[in-house]
């Protein structure tokens, strides 16, 4: 495909009048086309950035080689918060009218890399969580209370007996997600959660210690199967799944937050003669509560998705408060303008803000989910459901997913977690299938996975920065990453060393032969697959969502490669794991991806810059020795059946009572 120069420089020379005059032109064409070669932005929207950024902790309780034809011959990488209410004014911010990029100062001399001391900071958060640590009942029962603010559930003893037994790491803040997620549940009628659950059309049924499910799809029976391994502990109850792969919960903050205050004030630490340490029985679904009816769901199947998750950010948030975007058939705006609060110095500092695209308006346009998802039903009535994954304005409670509990060869790459550290190539692996949402002709430039594709090909690399090509869905890396081989224009021939990504299928809209897509086939071929104990050979490890989260992300944890995560989703376990410590972050836009490159791998060329393989090394092994700690089957049951007990307690019309207190006797 013949493309042209951004900008046709061809002019006649100056007349006599002088000189001055044409110094000014030739001034603004190179600004012109500097700006083409670094931003390749053909259609940015403007975005006011006169709102806060949230946190998304917890509230604290109130008591104790790639797929692309080539195109030249080129040598071959909150505002979201349901479960809290902020309690802080929001900080205000600079209005910046179009998110132009700053090349960020330097740092001084003999500071270091950033990410030297992103790793630095990791490896002293996970020593202070350490210290957190529980070894006995009465420790993990005082540790509830500090930071929940009420009793632990009736079977707290025997759940904690179960963690014991099966060798769990025990620290409080690993359930932090279960208390995001059933928060606000305690604004909500007990009666209607239980009606809500059992009339729900997909669901697991627990009576007298057994689980049941009338539903055969896949996903149903696998949770089934986790949840009847520990069925002897579980009290009655009923849980309605979300079999789809995008979440569907969306109730408005406003709502969450009210429902979030009413969860504050059923908060008390009553007299421990007074509490009752037994669940309810309850009938066969079809005869619960009789006199009540659920609610219409008036389930939302057309529209933006983007239009509907942000009902789930602040009222006062960018998200909510920018432009729309209506035409994605162009090129994508990229850009550094929204990433101040969870970046610094062009890398990820708050991964957990990273998710959170309440902040970041310009998400809208760069990912699948948000530009047309494959599939939607959404609902703002806030109701009980269980899922896998969600975003963070969505309102389900989060199970372990199912291929996680499932253990697939294609998402754990079997038995074989990989070779020794320095027996792997220093390579990029990436395959995948062109998922994200549903890909079309006028919309699959913003999606995220053939954002990742194109911007790791060395070929479409070397023709953007020779000026060759505009590039049709990724910018070059930014001035403030100060990449070596980007000066010495040689950023493509780098990246062909050591990337090898691409499609397996396209994921057309209308359905082609062999995988191929006769509206992306100008810029992506489609490769041969490779299984995922094969990419364990490499030692970098992309990860980057599908249609929802990834599922391959807790079998790249426990392998011996290195994991580099860039996600909008929240997950059961985002509680248990440590950014730069057991992974690599990686923003959505993945404008750092190479610069993190540059770190681990260094640039032998005019400027040497040193790599950083013992820091890879160390993240990699250390995720590895970590996972088999925390993400194993045994820590899916422990914290499920941890999740179930507090759910069945929220299930009780005696709720304000129900608790554990023998430590207190």
Known sequence: MKVSSPVKMAFPGPPRRGLSRYLLLAIILVTVMYYYRNSAQSAALSYHTSDYLPSINLPKPDTAQGSQKPVDSVPKGSDANPGSLPTEKPAEAPIVEKPIDKPAPEAPAGAGHPIDRLIDDA?????????????????????????????????????????????????????????????????????????????????????????????????????????????????????PLNAMDEPRILAPWEEISALMVKERESRNMIDPKEVINEFQKLPPPEDIDPGTRSRDKSWETEGSYWNLAIRGCRPDSLARRSARQAD????????????????????????????????????????????????VSSTHVFSPMFGGSKLPTN?????????????????????????PWSEKKDKVIWRGVATGGRNKETNWRGFQRHRFVAMTNGTQVTGAESWKLVPENFALP???????????????????????????????????????????????EVISGMKMADQFARKYLPDIDGNSF????????????????????????????????????????????????????????????????????????????????????????????????????????????????????
Not at 146 to 153: A, M, Q, S, T
Not at 346 to 373: A, W
Not at 507 to 521: A, F, L, R
Not at 605 to 624: C, F, N, T, W, Y
């Open 123 to 239: 490896q002293k958060t996970f020593d202070e969580l350490m210290k957190k640590q529980s070894n006995d009942l009465n420790t993990a029962a005082a540790e509830y209370r500090k930071r929940r603010g009420r009793h632990p559930p009736p079977g707290f003893d025997t759940w904690y007996a179960f963690a014991m037994e099966n060798g769990a790491v025990m620290v409080e803040d690993f359930f932090d997600q279960i208390y995001h997620d059933l928060g606000p549940y305690w604004g909500l009628a007990p009666v209607t959660i239980r009606k809500e659950a059992a009339e729900y059309e997909m669901t697991i049924n627990i009576r007298n210690h057994n689980a049941s499910a009338a539903s055969g799809w896949f996903w149903t029976q696998i949770w089934l199967n986790m949840t009847q391994s520990i069925q002897h502990l579980l009290p009655d109850m009923d849980l």
């Open 550 to 665: 990834s599922g391959r992300y807790r079998g790249f944890l426990m392998s011996s490669s290195l994991p580099i995560k860039a996600t909008i989703f929240k997950e059961w376990h985002d509680s248990r794991l440590v950014a730069w410590k057991h992974f690599v972050p990686m923003d959505n836009r993945f404008m750092d991806f190479w610069g993190i490159m540059e770190y681990f791998l260094g640039y032998d060329g005019k400027r040497k810059v040193p790599g950083h393989d013992k820091q890879a090394e160390k993240i990699a092994l250390d995720g590895q020795d970590w996972a088999n700690k925390v993400l194993r089957k045994e820590d899916m049951q422990i914290y499920t059946l941890r999740l179930l007990l507090e759910y069945a307690r929220l299930n009780d019309d005696r709720r304000d009572k129900l608790g554990w207190v023998q430590d207190l006797l």
């Open 395 to 419: 309102n389900e409670i989060l199970l372990p997913a199912p291929m996680y509990w499932h253990g697939e060869e294609r998402f754990t790459g079997g038995n074989d977690h990989g070779a």
């Open 328 to 375: 994605f058939s162009v090129t994508p705006s990229i850009s550094l303008a929204h990433t101040s609060e969870h970046m610094e110095q062009g890398y990820v500092k708050n991964f957990t803000l990273s998710t959170d695209f309440c902040h970041q308006p310009d998400l809208q346009g760069l990912h699948g989910m948000m530009i047309e998802p494959l599939s």
């Open 478 to 524: 930014q001035s403030q990453y100060h990449l070596a081989a980007q000066e010495e224009s040689k950023l493509g021939e780098w990246i062909g060393g050591w990337s090898d990504t691409g499609f397996v299928d396209m994921m057309c809209h209308v359905p082609e032969p062999n995988g191929t897509c006769n509206y992306t086939s100008p810029y992506f």
